[in-house]
T-cell receptor, first 114, second 113 residues
Framework: GAGVSQSPRYKVAKRGQDVALRCDPISGHVSLFWYQQALGQGPEFLTYFQNEAQLDKSGLPSDRFFAERPEGSVSTLKIQRTQQEDSAVYLC????????????FGSGTRLTVV | DQQVKQNSPSLSVQEGRISILNCDYTNSMFDYFLWYKKYPAEGPTFLISISSIKDKNEDGRFTVFLNKSAKHLSLHIVPSQPGDSAVYFCAASPMDSSYKLIFGSGTRLLVRP
């Protein structure tokens, strides 16, 4: 596709629910990243994939957060037993390169936990 | 602790004048710096970058200056245009994990017509 596509754009979840956020990267981009952006803050790194391999998951805040990219293309970020502090915009980015340059971000999924 | 800091949450300038956005960092292992621009309800878009071996990079109306000794960088926009009104994020990439970006908290720029 022309850009990075994320769905849904908005998600409201009741506390304790599980959610799944989807990211369709730009075709051919080997690197995929997830970031979390809390209100009034900059994006914070969550995890990095190179093709299907998750090379860094050091930014995932707890074991309730899980990301996968089984075929090296579409990725899903799953949050189990959501809590209010999980409310944020979740941004996905993809890149041809393995470096921090050349990222293309999607528009994000705004998650609100009530 | 914030490794990348943007101490001005907002900035307002007149159209045609210069906008100067500032960013400070604490980690001397950062070797690449980037500026991103973000409009509401959109993802950040890349604007301009600079390697730590340089002190200036220019692209049209946008210039980024890097002062390594002061651990400070700035983005100059001249002349400023109303379409430049957005949130600007400074980001840095660590040498040992160059795929990762560490972002500041952003500066909201308003360019008044």
């Amino acid at each position: 596709g022309a850009g990075v596509s994320q769905s849904p754009r908005y998600k409201v979840a009741k506390r304790g629910q599980d959610v799944a956020l989807r990211c369709d990267p730009i075709s051919g981009h080997v690197s995929l990243f997830w970031y979390q952006q809390a209100l009034g803050q900059g994006p914070e790194f969550l995890t990095y994939f190179q093709n299907e391999a998750q090379l860094d998951k050091s930014g995932l805040p707890s074991d309730r957060f899980f990301a996968e990219r089984p075929e090296g293309s579409v990725s899903t970020l799953k949050i189990q037993r959501t809590q209010q502090e999980d409310s944020a915009v979740y941004l996905c980015a993809s890149s041809l390169a393995q470096t921090g340059t050349g990222y293309t971000f999607g528009s994000g999924t705004r998650l609100t936990v009530v | 602790d914030q490794q990348v800091k943007q101490n001005s949450p907002s900035l307002s300038v007149q159209e045609g004048r210069i906008s100067i956005l500032n960013c400070d960092y604490t980690n001397s292992m950062f070797d690449y710096f980037l500026w991103y621009k973000k409009y509401p309800a959109e993802g950040p878009t890349f604007l301009i970058s600079i390697s730590s071996i340089k002190d200036k990079n220019e692209d049209g109306r946008f210039t980024v200056f890097l002062n390594k000794s002061a651990k400070h960088l700035s983005l100059h926009i001249v002349p400023s245009q109303p379409g430049d009104s957005a949130v600007y994020f400074c980001a840095a990439s660590p040498m040992d994990s160059s795929y990762k970006l560490i972002f500041g908290s952003g500066t909201r720029l308003l360019v008044r017509p």
